[in-house]
C-alpha cells in the first residue's frame, strides 16, 4: 500500500505515560515508528521527535493528525504531525 514519511514532535512538561500514549495512537492507526529521540531539559520540559511511516491505506495522514491532536489534548502537550517533505522545505537553510 501507499506509505508517508512523517515527523511527530512531542513537548510540554513532563509526566508518566507521554511515550506510551503516542505510541499507542500511532499503532492504532497502523503507523510504524522508524526512530525516536525524547530529552527531558531542566527536568521539567519533555521534548520527543519521532520519524514514523504511515500506512495511508489504514489512516490518512489528517486521520493520525486528529488522533494525535486529542492525545495532546488529553496529555496537556504539544503534539504535532508533519509530512517529512514539507518539514524538510520548511527548515532548508
Do not use: H
Not at 23 to 31: E, F
Amino acid at each position: 500500500g501507499m506509505s508517508m514519511k512523517c515527523v511527530v514532535s512531542v513537548l510540554g512538561k513532563d509526566r508518566s505515560g507521554i511515550v506510551a500514549k503516542v505510541a499507542t495512537a500511532l499503532a492504532d492507526c497502523g503507523a510504524n515508528i522508524d526512530d525516536i529521540s525524547q530529552t527531558v531539559l531542566n527536568g521539567s520540559i519533555f521534548s520527543m521527535t519521532m520519524m514514523v511511516t504511515l500506512d495511508v491505506d489504514v489512516a490518512d495522514f489528517n486521520t493520525v493528525q486528529d488522533r494525535l491532536k486529542a492525545v495532546g489534548e488529553d496529555l496537556g502537550m504539544q503534539v504535532i504531525i508533519q509530512r517529512e517533505d514539507v518539514f524538510q522545505y520548511m527548515y532548508k537553510i
